[in-house]
């Protein structure tokens, strides 16, 4: 049975891989991924501000010691709470490479197009096989058009693309008018994948502090369905690698994604509940069912529930909404 398959260009035996997670902090746990059976891992994310700080000592054009800028930077962590900085993350990945045979992919998170996108050159001279681009922001200022955000994640694509000699993936928020332009806006500018989605970590209230509370809350097979209706519209529509993150809890989860069209299907919420020999839980499940449906190969699953073949994809998505709607019954 051929479960192999190709994510950014990188062949890999099967499409589990690790997602950016707290595993990703020591050698000795990526180490754990790979005896496990992660086909690859995505490191943690080295943040935009992290870099900014490091390198010329302001958070968003800010200085954190300027009295005027204290309040609006005081929510960010100090320099030290991060678990490495960016000079030790490249060396990290150098060690990383050095200790496992999978591949190896950075992780960038960022808002804009500037200075600190240099950084990914050290990233790729460290050793990284990839590298991912977390574009997480939640827009705030009501005088920004959606458009402009657009063009801002189009534009930083385009800049590390122009730099890298080594594959791009963009993981994206699913926030967007048209998801489906911004992919193919995204095709254009040279993307080697694309990862779905980006989960918005929404806070919620102390009532007795009446402040926020931010929290990280793993995630559930719930969160499956938006992803799969995404990979489902994109398969075989664009040219970049899909990913799927985000809602993948038991091995029916990563068959119902490679079904809409998924090339790799990366693991975080699950490996952290249940420790990394989960993944062998993961590819068994796969490989049975494929075994129990008569697949042979992976090219056999994958985007077979997609609209790939849908003449009219609007058209069917409208008629399944109201399908939806009128099988309800009490």
Not at 22 to 35: A, C, N, Q
Request: glycine fraction near 8%; charged fraction near 20%; aromatic fraction near 8%.
């Amino acid at each position: 049975m051929n479960t192999t398959t190709s994510y950014l260009g990188l062949r890999l035996p099967h499409p589990f891989i690790a997602g950016a997670s707290p595993f990703g902090y020591h050698v000795d746990s990526i180490k754990r991924l790979e005896d496990a059976g992660c086909a690859a891992v995505v490191l943690h994310s080295l943040f935009e501000e992290q870099i900014t700080l490091a390198s010329r000592g302001h958070i968003r054009h800010r200085d954190p010691l300027d009295q005027e800028f204290a309040a609006a930077l005081a929510e960010f962590p100090a320099a030290g709470e991060y678990p490495l900085g960016p000079q030790e993350y490249a060396a990290h990945i150098s060690q990383a490479k050095a200790a496992v045979r999978i591949p190896v992919i950075g992780s960038l998170n960022g808002t804009s197009a500037e200075s600190w996108l240099s950084f990914s050159r050290l990233i790729e001279q460290a050793g990284a096989d990839a590298l991912e681009l977390n574009l997480y922001e939640v827009v705030t200022d009501l005088d920004v058009a959606g458009l402009a955000v657009e063009h801002q994640i189009v534009d930083i694509v385009k800049e590390v693309k122009g730099t890298l000699k080594i594959p791009v993936a963009v993981k994206l928020s699913p926030f967007f008018a048209s998801f489906g332009n911004l992919a193919r806006q995204l095709d254009l500018a040279g993307a080697d994948g694309l990862v779905l989605f980006n989960r918005f970590y929404q806070p919620d209230i102390d009532i007795k502090t009446m402040r926020p509370s931010p929290q990280v809350d793993l995630s559930t097979s719930a969160e499956l369905l938006l992803r799969l209706r995404w990979l489902a519209i994109l398969h075989g529509r664009v040219r970049p690698s899909l990913g799927v993150t985000g809602g993948v809890a038991v091995p029916n989860d990563g068959i119902k994604a490679l079904l809409a069209g998924a090339d790799a299907v990366q693991m975080v919420s699950a490996l952290l509940r249940h420790g990394p020999t989960y993944m062998s839980a993961m590819r068994m499940g796969l490989e049975h069912w494929m075994e129990w449906h008569k697949m042979t190969s992976l090219d056999d699953v994958r985007g077979r529930v997609s609209l790939e073949q849908t003449k009219d994809p609007a058209s069917f998505e409208r008629a399944n909404y109201i399908r939806a709607l009128q099988s309800w019954s009490r």
